[in-house]
């Protein structure tokens, strides 16, 4: 017979019991990861590269929730974060209503990718509830959000088809 595995290991080595609050978080922090590396796959040049900058953020949180206590550039991260919202919001159109997911496949995963990470935001604050987590890293999921939503309303000038860019007419930047 196999022996049940109930517990898991933290950084450091601790164990904790499998269904505790910190891995449906350090689970949700994994699948956000995921769902940014399928929406990069449909991507290219600045886009991708950002892409790519989210998930190494969210591995960095990752691993601070599991007690690595040396990730320490949260607020940088945050203020790069916020330079990128900037730049996207004045490219986005504006939107009026509830948003349907369905325009094009990189859209939708966009808005998956945002769903998963607000879903870990209410898991990272009610673990924040139990252990010390750092109001930056908050902070950035919640900002994170908003960004990928930027994302997938401008998915269009993002998307890689057949290896050319479809770029539509988008907003000028307000000035």
């Given at each position: 017979?196999?022996k049940q595995v109930?517990?898991?290991?933290?950084?450091?080595?601790r164990?904790r019991?499998?269904?505790?609050?910190?891995f449906?978080?350090?689970?949700?922090?994994?699948?956000a990861?995921?769902f940014l590396?399928?929406a990069?796959v449909?991507?290219r040049?600045e886009?991708n590269?950002?892409?790519l900058?989210?998930?190494q953020d969210?591995?960095q949180m990752a691993?601070?929730?599991?007690?690595d206590?040396?990730?320490?550039n949260?607020?940088q991260?945050?203020a790069?974060?916020?330079?990128?919202i900037?730049?996207?919001?004045a490219?986005?159109?504006e939107?009026k209503?509830f948003v349907?997911?369905?325009?094009n496949?990189?859209?939708?995963?966009?808005h998956?990718?945002?769903?998963?990470?607000?879903?870990?935001e209410r898991?990272?604050?009610?673990?924040?509830?139990?252990?010390?987590?750092?109001?930056?890293?908050?902070n950035?999921?919640n900002?994170l959000?908003?960004?990928?939503?930027l994302?997938?309303?401008t998915?269009?000038?993002?998307l890689?088809c057949d290896?050319?860019?479809?770029?539509p007419k988008l907003?000028?930047?307000?000035?």
């Open positions: 017979m196999i109930t517990e898991s290991v933290l950084f450091g080595g164990k019991g499998k269904d505790e609050l910190i449906a978080a350090l689970g949700d922090l994994d699948e990861s995921c590396g399928s990069r449909l991507t040049g886009i590269k950002i892409l900058q989210l998930q969210l591995g691993a601070l929730i599991a007690g206590q040396s990730v320490t949260l607020d991260r945050l790069w974060l916020e330079d990128q900037k730049k996207f919001q490219q986005a159109p939107t209503g349907f997911a369905g325009r496949e990189l859209e939708v995963r966009f998956l990718a945002r769903v998963v990470v607000r879903r870990l898991q990272v604050v009610a673990l924040s509830r139990k252990q010390a987590v750092p109001e930056s890293l908050l950035y999921l900002r959000s908003w960004l990928l939503f994302f997938a309303a998915a269009d000038a993002f890689v290896g050319q860019t479809n770029l907003r000028s930047p307000k000035q």
